[in-house]
């Protein structure tokens, strides 16, 4: 087992990008290399960045990687009130999706936070 798959951070990414995976499903065909592409990409980058992070040298480097996950998280939020607004998701999928990047990001903060502090 790598390091970073005992990370609840982590995990928590992995189950945001399988619900934005499942959201996207239901996107029109013509979307396929828009908005489905783009907000999968961004919720696969949070894990992936913050498994990369896990393999810097140091602990600055390691909040750096934290950083840009939680721009994709915040780059999720954005794709998804377009999508909203476009009639591709419901309100109930973007308030599940909202929900779960609140708490994505809150998680990513605290994880910055003691990898600033420590």
């Not at 239901?26 to 992936?48: C, H, K, W, Y």
């Not at 140091?58 to 934290?66: E, K, L, P, Q, T």
């Amino acid at each position: 087992m790598f390091n970073f798959e005992k990370l609840d951070v982590w995990n928590e990414a992995i189950n945001f990008a399988d619900q934005v995976y499942r959201v996207t499903r239901a996107f029109p065909d013509d979307e396929r290399f828009g908005l489905t592409n783009q907000m999968r990409r961004a919720a696969v980058s949070i894990s992936s960045n913050i498994a990369e992070g896990t393999s810097r040298s140091s602990r600055a480097d390691f909040a750096r990687f934290i950083e840009i996950a939680t721009g994709s998280v915040y780059e999720v939020v954005s794709q998804a009130t377009v999508s909203r607004r476009q009639g591709f998701i419901g309100q109930a999928d973007f308030d599940s999706l909202y929900g779960a990047a609140e708490k994505q990001s809150r998680m990513l903060s605290g994880l910055k936070r003691s990898l600033e502090t420590t």
